[in-house]
């Protein structure tokens, strides 16, 4: 049971440590101190759940001390302590080295910061907006986490409550506008992010829903037909009992497949997974084990309990008899039938017989620790439990009610979550509950779901609320499914920045500011943020207006040039922008040089693509390196992955070089097919393609900006290098879009055709807008061909 661990090292190193009669100071980083107070001078050095190491390198202090104060100095802040007044407001108090704020940049003890927000346990019922937790980062400069309160870890896993004798277990983050380093140092002292199965960053399948085996594998069929891939199966709780005798309670809790429905459960399961699927089950354990249960002479024997009383075995999650048992002979003979993971879905407060112990948190720390005890890369689905979450993905974010504020938030809450370090959210995508059906809302959510941590569709059990894409229109259902299949070739891609999140603590999905900290507009665009290294998303959340048919989101583009994923047109940045979509598309973009990488392979399949396309956006130098191990579930270890090295050269004479990993090439394809697209170029006269040194024959196309060349079969260890002679840009097609933007309003036709001679006639952008501003446009129609209009504004590549 759960020989999964987490790594800790608690201790802190002497040198580091300042300590005095009541009090003790760490210096962890020169951003990061811990700061403890007793009375009786006992201090812990165990591991928390918050916790697990604060063996950090040594870092540079100085100390000044007399009697009766105490100063203590790294490069980025200066703590004094007043001995005599102790751990109070005006005892103790840190000022940061640098000018983030001119009022605020200064901590007195029992300050709260104005930090930037983290996240919340969950959004069931939430309609719109909630306030979120405390997080780490802040643009005064400094915030706090108090551990006080968090009990200790012991080796094997298993929580106690602290002694009492401290009064103070502070941990100060003072690292300015350093977010990256900040919440860097955060994953080392609790924990980092562990990795994930590939087969969980492509689409899951949820619904609470009385499927049958029958009706469930006619759906995952009809999936296959239409060419959308799952790779998660979701059966939620109804594939266990839940009409019981009334004597023994609700049918919430349960560990009883349901015969009825599911009459042969390992055949179904095996099913799933000859399919490419990986299953989990939820689970809402809070009833404990009922006679009823198939389960329930295993585990009563095993606590020494006479079965034949038929007496109820509580849910004791703070008893090690009855954890080891739950997993030994409850969960794990499910597993051996087929359940891969589990859905923890606990609904019943933060409150247990241990005080201070959220039953959540134990569940989610042994859950995800006992799928992790053969050593594969585990996975355990549940609420947040509070910081040090992160060590146990993936989140379930709770049942939202569906509506455009409930989608409004889902990018903001998402995003900041990665400031209290909680990276892996999965939210019911297209909302769980009560609402309306809407066809445009539903496209909208999928399409956030593509561009975010997780993407799982979900609903309740209502017959009129499925999230199948056929149930809506045509032009909806043809979006989503084409998204969902989008989400799937970008495995490459998000498994890379999977390896990412895990080795270097930069987690998917970030808000804007941790690239661009000094830019006051970063702050003010909740729903643009960082998807990965290559990507900026600022999904749509509002509805179209009805005469353009083009809905308008705000965003905000960094100093560059950028270029819209699926339009392809480019623009400068550094500015606000309003974006105005068709249902087809949502604002993603792409810095000039940055190299995707899509899986070309058909199916629903995980394994490392044989085929893989490549969308260069030209324009600058760039490069991305594709991490890949051999997909099993057990590789975690730095030395099983390999690295396959793109880069981008840009000039008149431009090269493209596809590098060969210098080792674990035998988990790769023998050969791998490369479709290389070049976006927004202009058609160059010459493309010539090595393949290990010899020119080869390609295919190559060029159409709306795109070359597009397909090479034959290259080796695994050989290197390809692509030599495009002339190469630049390409302008925008700006007559085109605006021809198809004024085609698809519902406006008068003598206004479409002003507005598209004008157009035609007249070079100068700023004569066509002051004509525009003339023509009493609606300001949905004004703002939409402005956008094209001044996207590029001056041409700049830089």
Known sequence: ???KSIQMCPAARKEAVVQGENYRFTVLTAGLLRMEYSACGCFEDCATQTVVNRRFPLSAFEVEEDETTLVLRTEMLTLTYQKKLGFTENGLQIRLAGNFSLHKSVWYFGHESDDLGGTARTLDNVDGAIPLEHGIQSQNGWSTLDDIHSLLLSEDGWVRPRPGTETADIYFFGYGHKYSLCLQDYYKLTGSVPLLPRFALGNWWSRYYRYTAESYQELMQKFEEKQVPFTVAVVDMDWHLTE???????????????????????????????????????LHPADGIRPFEDCYVRMAKTLGQDPEKKITIPCRITDRAWM?????????????????????????????????????WMLNHFSYLDNGRTGKKALAFSRYAGPGSHRYPVGFSGDSVISWASLQFQPYFTAT??????????????????????????????????????????????????????????????????????????????????????????????????????????????????????????????????????????????????????????????????????????????????????????????????????????????????????????????????????????????????????????????????????????????????????????????????????????????????????????????????????DRAQVPFVQKDRIFQLIQQEQNTAYILSELMTMQLSEELLGAVSEILLACTDGADS
């Not at 004597?247 to 095996?270: D, I, S, V």
């Not at 080891?324 to 019943?348: C, M, N, S, Y």
């Not at 950028?562 to 392809?568: A, E, L, R």
């Open 417 to 742: 979550a990665a400031n209290i370090g909680y990276s892996w959210w999965s939210h019911d995508i297209g909302g769980h509950m009560l609402g309306v059906k809407d066809d445009e809302l539903e496209t909208r959510w999928v399409q956030f779901g593509v561009f975010s941590p997780i993407m799982r569709l979900h609903s309740s059990a209502s017959p009129f609320n499925g999230k199948e894409p056929w149930r809506y229109g045509m032009e909806a259902e043809c979006v989503m499914e084409d998204f969902l299949r989008l989400r799937h070739r970008m495995l490459p891609y998000l498994y890379t920045m999977n390896y990412r999140t895990h080795n270097e603590g930069l987690p998917l999905v970030l808000p804007v500011y941790y690239q661009w900290p000094e830019q006051e507009e970063a702050y003010h665009v909740p729903n643009t943020y960082l998807f990965g290294t290559q990507l900026l998303a600022c999904p749509v959340t509002t509805p179209a207006a009805k005469e353009t048919k083009l809905a308008c989101t705000e965003g905000w583009l960094p100093v560059g040039s950028w270029y819209d994923v699926f339009t392809h047109l480019r623009y400068t940045g550094g500015r606000r922008l309003r974006f105005y979509r068709p249902l087809q598309s949502i604002p993603v973009f792409a810095p000039a040089g940055a190299v995707i990488p899509l899986s070309a392979d058909s199916g629903n399949r995980t394994e490392n693509p044989a085929h893989l396309e490549l969308q260069v956006f030209c324009g600058k130098d760039g490069s991305f390196d594709l991490l890949e191990d051999d997909c099993s579930e057990d590789s975690t270890a730095e030395e099983t992955w390999a690295r396959t090295s793109f880069r981008m050269r840009w000039g008149s004479t431009a090269r493209f070089s596809v590098l060969p990993p210098d080792e674990n090439i035998g988990f790769l394809p023998r050969q791998r097919s490369y479709t290389v697209c070049f976006v927004g170029l202009r058609q160059p006269q010459q493309v010539q393609a090595e393949i290990g040194g010899n020119i080869c024959n390609t295919d190559v196309s060029y159409e709306d900006s795109v070359l597009r060349v397909k090479l034959p079969p290259v080796p695994a260890e050989e290197k390809v290098t692509l030599i495009l002679q002339h190469a630049g840009l390409q302008e925008n097609h700006v007559t085109e879009l605006i021809y198809t933007l004024l």
């Open 324 to 360: 080891r048992a739950w997993f030994d002979t409850v969960l794990h003979p499910l597993e051996k039938q087929g359940v891969d993971f589990w859905w923890i879905d606990w609904q019943q407060g933060s409150v247990s017989d241990v005080p201070g112990l959220d039953p959540l």
């Open 1 to 3: 049971m759960y020989n």
């Open 244 to 282: 019981v005798d009334p004597k023994y309670g609700t049918g919430w809790t349960g560990y009883t497949w349901n015969r009825e429905l599911f009459p042969k459960p390992q055949e179904f399961l095996a099913w799933l997974h000859n399919r490419g699927l990986h299953v989990t089950l939820n």
